[in-house]
């Protein structure tokens, strides 16, 4: 691995450790939070991070935004597999430091699970259902993405869209799948803890949804730096 390429895997390790230390913990403390400061909480993550790893690594923090970047001919295959371990390896390390310093039932309360409703017991969404709301809710964190920081149009407002995108994401999804848009976000937290319910859900959702915005956005809507 290169010095450049090595830099760029620590700047998405640390970007990805934010998110998940910080999501967890807010589901953690959600009793004095409701959905709103959740979503915010997730959201305002984001934006310091993409912003703060833009200019290292584009701030991707996410294995379905690595992968709607590479199906959009943004990425090689070399560096979409070398950001992919970095964003798991700080979704699992934030979730292990998460469970020793608040216990693992937490990071398992923390881990994006499909609703259940409170008076039945019964989940809200099926299996199906949810890798549809998982995939559309990343088709927009991914369009947006694409508008907001990689095309050469756009209005260097990255960070603040990108984080909103992942708010009011959350503000719908977040009672039917937990919204993840993030195989890193579930997966960390799902190997620390243990708590693998309804896992492909939030692989096979957030992974069609960005691979669909990479073909439409990516391959299609794009203006390039030297078109």
Known sequence: MNSTLLKQCVAEFIGT???IFIGVGAIANAAGLSLLGIAFAHGLAIAVMVSATGAISGGQLNPAVTFGLFVGGQMDAKKTI????S???GGTAAALLC???IGMAKVASGTPDIGVSPATGIAVVSTGQAIVIEA????FLVFVVYGSAVDARAPK????AIGLTV????MFGGPLTGAAMNPART???ALASGHWNNHIVYWVGPLIGGALAGLIYGRFLIKTKAA
Do not use: H
């Open 17 to 19: 450790f934010t998110l």
């Open 167 to 170: 708010a009011l994401d959350i």
């Open 99 to 101: 469970g020793s310093l």
């Open 157 to 160: 407002i990255g960070g603040l």
């Open 136 to 139: 559309v809710l990343t088709f």
């Open 187 to 189: 997966f960390g937290p």
């Open 82 to 85: 070398a950001y992919w371990i």
């Open 87 to 89: 964003q798991l390896a």
